[in-house]
């Protein structure tokens, strides 16, 4: 029996419970974020075997060991078109998702993706006065134009957005000046469309569907260098993304300086979305549903749910590809519309399993 006014023993049991059921779910969601890695992989594998060409994985794999049996039609097909295409619907997913999962938070609005600031509709707008106007910039190659004008329009159009709401406002203001810029620009695409010939709005149409077919080494390339520099940045702010959560006082009082955080943050989601959109078109819902499957898979720590919105938003991007070489035998549908048949039932089944758990 402890004397009157003495120190009780504190025990540590109950402290070591709690390090090890968060060293567990810590376990639980490094796991799963590398099991989606996985998936990504069979994912990409699968859409490099299918194609109207008839090749497998048994001449794929011939093409890669360079097997004397192989033609050289076949290393065409593969390294040329399959495998470029291949990788750039992982990166398109992985941008838009992990630009969506940053947008979601800064604006702390589930509702929110890349495209909710007018990025689309400024690519848009860019993308016509190339292909009907054949206005661009001066420096950039005959054959970038287009991707050239999208991008310097998308990113243009969150710096003006930026820019206008430096009065302050709070996030209620700065998502309905990026409504104004949307009928804005939506407006001017009309105008310009309006004034265009057959062919030359055949081709507008076609470009914002979102097409995968003009992938090439090098916009992999450019769309691969931007992703893998701005991630860490993104993964560095995690833990301030995090706390934001909590909302802006508390994240204040954790001496964050949410103004600074939401600004590079918007500005890491215009490039990525920028450079996704310009080269191959308007490609929707992927930032809206990647980020919303790795949420409900490993949580808000955004230590875990940024690299998990990258890994949902490639497999799902990369899904989507195979569905369009598929779904028409011989015909590669426009990836932006099968982006929906793909991912609208695995948005939903995933909001149904979250509303069944007690």
């Given amino acids: 029996m402890t004397a009157p006014g003495a120190l009780e023993p504190v025990s540590t049991d109950g402290g070591r419970q709690v390090l090890e ?10 796991f799963l974020v590398a099991l989606m890695a996985v998936m990504t992989l069979l994912a990409i594998m699968l859409d490099m075997t299918t194609g109207p060409s008839g090749m497998g994985l048994s001449e ?6 360079g097997h004397p049996d192989t033609t050289r039609a076949m290393e065409v ?8 295409i291949a990788m750039m619907a992982v990166l398109v997913g992985a941008a838009l998702s992990l630009a969506g999962a940053e947008m979601q938070t800064v604006l702390d609005n589930p509702l929110a993706s890349p495209f909710t600031l007018g990025v689309s509709s400024a690519a848009s707008l860019g993308a016509s006065l190339a292909i009907i106007l054949g206005l661009g910039l001066p420096f950039v190659p005959p054959h970038m134009i287009i991707a050239g004008n999208a991008f310097v329009f998308a990113l243009g159009s969150v710096l003006l957005l930026q820019y206008l709401a430096r009065g302050g406002g709070g996030i209620e203001t700065l998502v309905l000046f990026g409504i104004a810029l949307v009928f804005t620009f939506n407006a001017l695409v009309a105008l310009v469309q309006f004034m265009a ?17 003009a992938a090439s080494w090098e916009t992999v390339a450019v769309l691969g260098l931007v992703t893998v520099l701005l991630f860490p940045f993104s993964l560095a702010s995690s833990w301030k993304m995090t706390a934001l959560r909590l909302g802006e006082e508390r994240a204040a009082s954790f001496g964050i300086d949410v103004g600074r955080l939401r600004f590079f943050s918007l500005l890491r989601v215009s490039l990525l979305a920028a450079t996704a959109v310009a080269f191959v078109g308007t490609v929707g819902f992927i930032g809206l549903v990647g ?13 875990f749910l940024l690299p998990a919105s990258l890994c949902s938003g490639a497999l799902v991007m990369s899904l989507a590809s195979v569905a369009s070489k598929t779904l028409v035998p011989g015909m590669l549908l426009p990836v932006g519309i099968v982006t929906s048949l793909v991912g609208l039932p695995i948005f939903f089944v995933l909001i149904h399993r979250r509303r069944r758990r007690p």
């Fill in 197 to 213: 010939s057959a062919d030359a709005l055949q081709q507008l149409v076609f470009w914002s569907m979102g097409n995968l077919g």
């Fill in 291 to 303: 980020p919303h499957i790795a949420r409900l898979m490993v949580g808000e720590d955004h230590r």
């Fill in 60 to 65: 794929l794999w011939k093409v890669v060991t």
């Fill in 77 to 84: 097909i593969f390294w040329n078109v399959r495998l470029p």
């Fill in 21 to 30: 059921v968060h060293a567990r779910l810590m376990r639980r969601r490094g």
